[in-house]
């Protein structure tokens, strides 16, 4: 479910990958994995870089609010 809301949150905001691997600190490739669910897990320190990055909540982006 990350990966759909990551990829949904990111082209909301009009940001490319690239865009937000470099407000985030987090590579693009990383990025991608998780947009693709191509990770089994995502640690917690990354979750919360794209969460600040995207000014959103790692609730948010974990689907806690859903």
Known sequence: ?????????????????????ELSGV???TI???ERGATESTSSAVVVKLAKALG????????MEC
Not at 1 to 21: D, F, N, P, S, V
Not at 56 to 63: G, H, K, P
């Open 1 to 21: 479910m990350i990966g759909y809301r990551l990829k949904q949150t990111r082209k909301a905001k009009h940001l490319t990958q690239t865009e937000l691997a």
């Open 27 to 29: 590579s693009r490739m």
């Open 32 to 34: 991608a994995q998780i």
């Open 56 to 63: 959103v909540t790692t609730d948010f982006l974990l689907c």
